[in-house]
């Protein structure tokens, strides 16, 4: 989505990566790839949708999730 914001808060074993679609509209699959993150590899979401990750050569981790308008995604390593 061109008008979301993603915020990305990172502690000692894990982060939390807030995502808000300014859109407003559901998206069944919306991706996001975050730097520096290849290192988690157990995830979960505020509201119990389902999260998959993939870890890429370049140290990123892509994050996909169906989005209604905002949720929270955990990653823990």
Do not use: C, M
Request: hydrophobic share 45%; no cysteine; aromatic share 6%.
């Amino acid at each position: 989505s061109p008008i979301a914001e993603i915020v990305r808060y990172d502690g000692p074993d894990r982060a939390v990566v807030f995502v808000i679609d300014h859109a407003a509209e559901p998206v069944e699959r919306f991706t996001v790839e975050l730097p520096d993150a290849a290192g988690f590899a157990r995830t979960f979401t505020a509201s119990g949708s389902p999260v998959e990750i993939q870890a890429n050569d370049d140290g990123s981790l892509s994050v996909a999730l169906p989005l209604d308008t905002a949720d929270a995604v955990v990653l823990l390593k």
